[in-house]
């Protein structure tokens, strides 16, 4: 994580998006195709509550659970409650544990350390996720930042966790050629997008939801999911995305950005589809 203001968690996919173990499609196969779009879309309807992560590294987990969440809602297949974002983070940190431990070594502690959506999507593929009734009261709430996966992985059936065979996450290069217009073509289908952006810049840190927010850096540090795309005017495009900070941050917890932001300052674009 960074010493920003408040906390972020990405850890960036070696290569533009390295996965293995999960389904995915390869960014090259991925374009974009002729069709006529809408000129706007929302699926901000069937996402969760606006959360905050409380000082946790764990915007990855929040982000990719919220995506997964408005994507069964858009299909008509809504969960009963949000999907722990904590289950999914701390699952990944064991993972990602356990993949860079040798064989016979004790395993390094778990700590509060963010994590790559690699390890993020392998886990949800892997193991499921269980709604927050199940988890978030329970011993992953009281203690965030210890190891909790360990008992987590233990505790499995009796969190009731829910498995998504037909699921996918759909990768995009960062440079791809057409990724704004690819994203609108998502969001038409309803699949919302996850993405990180920089959130250490004043411009971020500080948005109070007045006008756009600007996306002025480069440091990738921190992911969030958007939910709707707009047309201003004759031809410009802005999408609506959904932070981690709680309702005080941005215009209730979300922001529009431009397309241009969009297409030149985010990265590792995942879009998670049911098949």
Known sequence: MTDSVRSTGFIADPGPHLYHAFKATHPAALKPRTMALPSSVS?????????????????VGRAMASALYTCLGSKGAPPRAPLSARMAYALAREIDRAGITPVGHD?????????????????????????????????????????????????????HARRFPMLTWTSVEDDAEGKAELAMQALAAGYPLVYAVDASTPDFQQYDGGGNLLLTGYGYDHMQYAVAYRTVGASLVEFLEVNSWGESWGDKGCGWISADDFQNRTSNLLIPRLS
């Open 43 to 59: 699926l901000l309807e069937f996402a969760p509550p606006i959360q905050d992560q409380d000082g946790i590294g764990e915007c």
């Open 107 to 159: 395993l390094p502690p778990l700590v509060d350390s963010g994590c790559a959506p690699n390890q993020a999507a392998r886990a949800i593929v892997k193991y499921g996720l269980a709604d927050v009734y199940d988890v978030d009261g329970g011993s992953l709430a009281a203690q965030p930042d210890k190891a909790c996966a360990d008992l987590l992985l233990g505790e499995m059936e009796a969190c």
